[in-house]
DNA sequence: CGAAAGTGTGACCGGGTAGTCATTTTTATT
DNA sequence: AATAAAAATGACTACCCGGTCACACTTTCG
């Protein structure tokens, strides 16, 4: 939580800290990042920046949690009421998480980079609580199929969750090493994480589901 | 590749500095890992160490060779002629990794730590061709069994190889999250990163395998 | 024994960081 | 316009690091 004189700050200048910001944390690690390094972009005193936060990682934190309710307002409007299977209900699920990129891509980015951020001591343990949310959050949806009698009931839930998780990251990762796409180079551009590549990412989700549906569901 | 300072080296005194590296390596990231800490724990002048080595890297990438040259000893000699089908062959690599890991538990954490290594920009091209190495091998797994008929074929071969790739990374990572194993604690007493873990790892082991075997087997 | 070669040393260098705080500048209020 | 309050500043502190190198100590060998 920022403090008040950074809600104070006009509207535009405020975009302007956040998005230096998000742009560094996008491709440093946490402890890589530089304050220092910033505010020399920005063209203000590093002392202004702790006038504005407590100290870094109120500032970082600030970050995630703008960038996770941005997404969610993207993601949220989805029900998995409305569809007939688990499978089409994840796959829009990167339909709108590309709707979220193309509009939002620098939180896209920073939130892409946070993924991979399990490193960064200084940051473990904040880092950790965000994984197993997230992780819970993945149970959560193979328990409610697994309830409903549409995922199998012969493997742990626990193990479900997780490899639900996995295959999520696995398409992402996947997308990177393969070259498809390349965050540093589109975050030094200024484009989205997937710009111009919806088919090849949605063909990957497709290959992912047809594979690991026979892996989650009944019979 | 250590200078011939270091070969020359009296092996109980090499076998010290190795293992005061590989235990700093094992809990820090490249980057954070300080040579100026260990040679402090070791009790001799930093000069020394750069009459050993060239630099850090260059005693990163002779633990990271001398590691994988150990583990090797111990999963080569599994041959996947040998199984019936490759869940079995699967199967056994773990139980050979976990003598390993009893029998040298150092060069075990190292290389555990060195999965979630992502990050660490001086290291992170040298990290990826690592990757894309152990990479191509699950590919090539994966190859093998699809032109024996063995696997599905209606999946594009990188997927299938790459999805491999992190069932065996999740199953580390799932034992890890779960607190079933906990390495940073591990080391610290000197245990091996599976110490007394044997029935949950090959019990994880099988519920991911119960898991996929659907996902890549043919029908 | 004595000299040359090899090995060990740690103060020092240049570079980086997060965070502080006395001071100045800007803004708001009277 | 004068005063008070708020905000911006950047030099500074205290702390890291990897790597160097002139020097000291040991070993080898003629």
Same mark, same amino acid.
């Given at each position: 939580?920022? &403090?008040?004189?950074?809600?104070?700050?006009?509207?535009?200048?405020?975009?302007?800290?956040?998005?230096?910001?998000?742009?560094?944390?996008?491709?440093?690690?946490?402890?890589? #990042?530089?304050?220092?390094?910033?505010? *020399?972009?920005?063209?203000?005193?590093?002392?202004?920046?702790?006038?504005?936060?407590?100290?870094?990682?109120?500032?970082?934190?600030?970050? /995630?949690?703008?960038? /996770?309710?941005?997404?969610?307002? +993207?993601? #949220? /409007?989805?029900?998995?009421?409305?569809?007939?299977?688990?499978?089409?209900?994840?796959?829009?699920?990167?339909?709108?998480?590309?709707?979220?990129?193309?509009?939002?891509?620098?939180?896209?980015?920073?939130?892409?980079?946070?993924?991979?951020?399990?490193?960064?001591?200084?940051?473990?343990?904040? +880092?950790?609580?965000?994984?197993?949310?997230?992780?819970?959050?993945?149970?959560?949806?193979?328990? +409610?199929?697994?309830?409903?009698?549409?995922?199998?009931?012969?493997?742990?839930?626990?193990?479900?969750?997780?490899?639900?998780?996995?295959?999520?990251?696995?398409?992402?990762?996947?997308?990177?090493?393969?070259?498809?796409?390349?965050? &540093?180079?589109?975050?030094? &551009?200024?484009?989205?994480? +997937?710009?111009?590549?919806?088919?090849?990412?949605?063909? /990957?989700?497709?290959?992912?589901? &047809?594979? #690991?549906?026979? #892996?989650?569901? *009944?019979?």
């Amino acid at each position: 939580m920022p &403090k008040e004189t950074f809600i104070k700050l006009k509207e535009e200048k405020q975009k302007q800290i956040r998005e230096a910001f998000l742009r560094e944390f996008a491709i440093k690690t946490y402890d890589e #990042a530089s304050i220092s390094m910033v505010v *020399k972009q920005l063209g203000i005193a590093k002392g202004s920046v702790y006038q504005y936060f407590e100290d870094k990682l109120d500032l970082f934190m600030y970050l /995630v949690n703008e960038s /996770v309710a941005v997404k969610s307002k +993207y993601t #949220a /409007v989805l029900k998995r009421e409305n569809y007939p299977d688990f499978w089409a209900y994840f796959s829009d699920l990167y339909e709108y998480g590309f709707q979220f990129d193309q509009e939002n891509p620098l939180n896209s980015h920073f939130l892409h980079n946070l993924t991979q951020n399990l490193n960064s001591p200084s940051i473990k343990h904040f +880092y950790n609580e965000l994984l197993s949310q997230v992780i819970t959050g993945f149970e959560k949806l193979a328990e +409610y199929e697994v309830e409903n009698g549409l995922f199998r009931s012969d493997v742990p839930v626990k193990t479900l969750g997780f490899f639900l998780y996995k295959l999520g990251s696995s398409i992402q990762e996947q997308l990177e090493i393969s070259g498809i796409i390349n965050p &540093k180079e589109s975050i030094q &551009k200024g484009l989205p994480v +997937y710009f111009g590549k919806k088919d090849e990412l949605m063909q /990957v989700v497709a290959d992912y589901i &047809k594979l #690991a549906k026979p #892996a989650f569901n *009944k019979n």
